[in-house]
């Protein structure tokens, strides 16, 4: 399979919602496949760079969502998030993301995400704070479900990369979504200039969010931490595909690379680059 691609596929002329995703940080733990291949739906397997997938920790502010090329919405359109998130690719070679939760403080945006795209958003008291040359994320989950899950994550943001390396492309240029529907996989795409990457230290990394997505908990530092001022964002209509690749009992399909492997379950794991 080729390199993940640091610019995206042609621009989405007719954007579904645009949107910014601004203050950035990037946190990733690397993780055997098989730990992971389960969460993903049917019709994708874990991405894998190196032997491992990875699990990402994304806090950020999103900004002024809006429906077509209309203006983004002020308030309602304007709010901290917080995501867990795997690595997933489908049987057309479109690589992406799954997010196994998405914490978000506006109730509104929450609803309309769970309904509307059936996504894992979840309702949240949140904030994003700068302080001095620090940026402090803090979320404690409101709805639905029972509450207790929460994070707090403090990073201070460092140099510009001027040429980051293969992982970190591989992290950040993700350029769709994948989630489970109907009749498979489906994909929504999204198109953004290129990532402005800096190094971040992590000061703070407080949070259960990970166990409360059905992912063990992180026995070792991330392998990469990440910080980005954001981008503008377009987002794309639903691509829905019927790809069996994985049977209903949960065994990958012959084709897939992760049972070519045959890789044990494992838990979290430092990868060494």
């Given at each position: 399979?080729?390199?993940p691609?640091?610019?995206?596929?042609?621009?989405?002329?007719?954007?579904?919602?645009?949107?910014?995703?601004?203050?950035?940080?990037?946190?990733?733990?690397?993780?055997?496949?098989?730990?992971?291949a389960?969460?993903?739906p049917?019709?994708?397997?874990?991405?894998?760079h190196?032997?491992?997938?990875?699990?990402?920790?994304?806090?950020?502010?999103m900004?002024?969502?809006?429906?077509?090329?209309?203006?983004g919405?002020?308030?309602?359109?304007?709010?901290p998030?917080?995501?867990?998130?795997l690595y997933?690719?489908d049987?057309?070679?479109r690589?992406?993301?799954?997010f196994?939760?998405?914490?978000?403080?506006?109730?509104?945006?929450?609803?309309?995400?769970?309904?509307?795209?059936?996504?894992?958003?979840?309702?949240?008291?949140?904030?994003v704070?700068?302080?001095?040359?620090?940026?402090?994320?803090?979320?404690?989950r409101?709805?639905?479900?029972?509450?207790?899950?929460?994070?707090?994550?403090?990073?201070?943001?460092?140099?510009?990369?001027d040429?980051?390396?293969?992982?970190?492309?591989?992290?950040?240029?993700?350029?769709?979504?994948?989630?489970?529907?109907a009749d498979?996989?489906?994909?929504?795409?999204?198109?953004?200039?290129r990532?402005?990457?800096?190094?971040?230290e992590?000061?703070?990394?407080?949070?259960?969010?990970?166990?409360?997505?059905?992912?063990?908990?992180?026995?070792?530092?991330?392998v990469?931490?990440?910080?980005?001022?954001?981008?503008?964002?377009?987002?794309?209509?639903?691509?829905?595909?019927?790809?069996p690749?994985r049977?209903?009992d949960?065994?990958?399909?012959?084709?897939d690379?992760?049972?070519a492997?045959?890789?044990?379950?494992?838990?979290?794991?430092?990868?060494?680059v």
């Amino acid at each position: 399979m080729q390199k993940p691609a640091p610019d995206g596929p042609a621009d989405i002329r007719f954007p579904l919602l645009t949107q910014q995703w601004l203050d950035l940080t990037f946190i990733h733990w690397a993780v055997e496949p098989a730990v992971v291949a389960q969460l993903l739906p049917i019709g994708t397997v874990p991405d894998i760079h190196d032997g491992s997938t990875y699990v990402g920790l994304v806090a950020f502010r999103m900004h002024k969502v809006g429906w077509f090329r209309l203006p983004g919405v002020p308030y309602l359109g304007s709010f901290p998030e917080t995501n867990v998130r795997l690595y997933s690719v489908d049987t057309q070679g479109r690589r992406g993301v799954v997010f196994r939760s998405m914490d978000a403080s506006r109730l509104i945006p929450v609803v309309m995400g769970r309904i509307g795209f059936h996504l894992p958003y979840l309702w949240s008291r949140m904030a994003v704070r700068a302080v001095g040359d620090t940026v402090t994320y803090t979320s404690s989950r409101r709805w639905p479900g029972g509450r207790g899950a929460s994070s707090r994550i403090t990073v201070r943001p460092g140099e510009r990369i001027d040429e980051p390396t293969e992982l970190e492309h591989f992290l950040t240029a993700r350029w769709g979504m994948h989630k489970p529907s109907a009749d498979g996989a489906a994909y929504l795409p999204n198109h953004h200039p290129r990532w402005p990457l800096h190094r971040a230290e992590l000061i703070t990394c407080e949070e259960n969010l990970l166990t409360a997505a059905g992912l063990p908990a992180p026995s070792t530092v991330p392998v990469s931490v990440l910080y980005s001022p954001g981008v503008p964002v377009r987002l794309g209509r639903l691509v829905r595909q019927s790809a069996p690749s994985r049977h209903r009992d949960g065994e990958v399909g012959p084709a897939d690379h992760l049972q070519a492997e045959g890789r044990p379950r494992l838990g979290f794991h430092q990868l060494m680059v």
